[in-house]
């Protein structure tokens, strides 16, 4: 959430940074919030002025003997009147906040200005030994996708139709044993040469949980929902009030969580965290985009890295984690190439973002494998994470997260960049200590 404080201190570069991200920030209902909260502010401590004048001079009435009564009663009417001003002041927060939790995240300045994917910028590219532009280019022609590729291997979509329906995968046999050497591999890399500790966590989370990292309650539409209680009764045969709970998007939500309503020593700074866990969306947004294979799904693997920082660091550190995303890359040889997203095209909490696109040969282009994101104190507001420094008052910390990488699309990029003439698939060296030493994965038939 952005800090009201800098709304009422310079509304108008807020506005002009927000239309650079394609959101209309709504002045006339801000203005009129705030208004309305400086009168209700004011009315308070006049009120309270008036209640403390108004003790002094019951005392010098009673003193000299004097009747006290009339102002008496008028200080008595001040407890309720200051009351409702509270409850007027919590109200108009509480609108204000609501408000304030559907803008989005300020852009850095460092982001390049731009309305849309066009404007972003290539950083630099990495191609694995032997692999140059141009036989990028040769290998495109005639290459077959990760479906004609993965099926005869044991991927099979029918299955997952009949199981749960589109936008689902079902994999037996290789492909499966591919796919969990690829999540142990990168979860493996963080852990042992990155610092990062590795974690388990719920796959369904509450609503404060999301309201913490942004998915609510702007995009609620693109999350999978369950209801609990309602119909059940607890131990004392009282119905359990329903709760809504959310099966994670992402496992950057409840890593992030784990430091809500906290306050870490400095000294404890930066907690690198990461997590294998099954991603659930709904792509409400997507329309018929990616609908073969798969590149978009409503279920799909990602091992995530998350960061908590000191503010000072949280830019170094968003250096460090994409290098941390493009070591899997490179260690699986796969090209690979960094991109920073423009303000128009980074995602609602984050502040400065890099994607890292892998080649596809199929597709004959680059797709989205990794998404890196400093969040700056955004999130760290909304979750009240702070850290103890070791003088002042506690501060907010910075937030930032990662994959590191999403397993399923790099399960399609190793299948596409590593097929051969015969159907088989050519495992990178990273991998074949978790294949048991294979080298070449071909169909079970074979």
Do not use: D, E
């Given at each position: 959430m952005l800090d009201p404080a800098l709304l009422r201190k310079d509304l108008a570069t807020v506005v002009q940074k927000l239309k650079s991200r394609n959101f209309a920030f709504d002045e006339?209902?801000?203005?009129s919030l705030e208004s309305e909260r400086k009168s209700v502010q004011v009315e308070t401590e006049n009120l309270q002025a008036r209640r403390n004048a108004l003790a002094k001079q019951i005392g010098q009435?009673?003193?000299k003997g004097e009747d006290a009564s009339a102002v008496l009663a008028e200080s008595q009417a001040i407890p309720a009147q200051l009351k409702q001003l509270e409850e007027k002041l919590g109200t108009l927060q509480e609108e204000l906040n609501g408000m304030l939790l559907s803008v989005p995240n300020l852009p850095n300045d460092a982001v390049p200005v731009g309305p849309d994917e066009s404007a972003n910028i290539e950083v630099r590219r990495w191609l694995p030994e032997g692999v140059t532009e141009a036989s990028l280019q040769a290998g495109a022609v005639g290459a077959r996708d990760h479906v004609a590729l993965g099926e005869p291997l044991g991927l099979e979509f029918e299955t997952a139709v009949k199981l749960s329906g589109s936008r689902f995968a079902f994999m037996r046999g290789p492909i499966a044993r591919l796919h969990r050497a690829l999540a142990q591999f990168m979860l493996d890399l963080q852990t042992t040469e990155h610092g990062y500790t590795e974690c388990y966590t719920p796959y369904i989370v509450n609503t404060a949980t999301l309201y913490g990292t942004g998915q609510l309650p702007k995009f609620k539409d693109d999350m999978f929902?369950?209801?609990k209680g309602g119909e059940s009764l607890d131990e004392n045969g009282q119905p359990v009030p329903r709760e809504d709970l959310y099966l994670i998007s992402t496992s950057e939500?409840?890593?992030t969580n784990t430091v809500r309503d906290e306050i870490v020593a400095e000294t404890d700074l930066p907690i690198r965290l990461t997590a294998h866990t099954p991603c659930f969306r709904s792509e409400a947004g997507s329309g018929g985009r990616d609908t073969r294979g798969m590149i978009r799904q409503h279920q799909f693997d990602k091992v995530e890295m998350v960061q908590i920082v000191h503010p000072e660091h949280s830019h170094e550190a968003l250096e460090e984690m994409v290098r941390h995303a493009e070591t899997v890359l490179q260690r699986l040889e796969l090209p690979y190439r960094v991109v920073q997203l423009c303000t128009g095209d980074m995602g609602f909490s984050a502040a400065r973002t890099y994607d890292l696109e892998v080649w596809l040969p199929a597709q004959n282009t680059w797709r989205e494998i990794s998404s890196v994101s400093n969040c700056e104190a955004f999130q760290a507001r909304r979750l009240?994470?702070?850290?103890?420094?070791?003088?002042?008052?506690?501060a907010l910390v910075?937030?930032?997260n990662g994959s590191g990488l999403a397993v399923g699309r790099a399960l399609v990029a190793v299948l596409e960049n590593g097929q051969r003439e015969d159907g088989s698939i050519a495992i990178p060296a990273a991998l074949r200590p978790y294949l048991g030493g294979l080298e070449v994965l071909r169909a079970q038939a074979d």
């Open positions: 006339a209902r801000f203005n009435l009673k003193s929902w369950v209801t939500i409840s890593l009240q994470a702070r850290y103890r420094p070791a003088q002042g008052k506690p910075h937030t930032l």
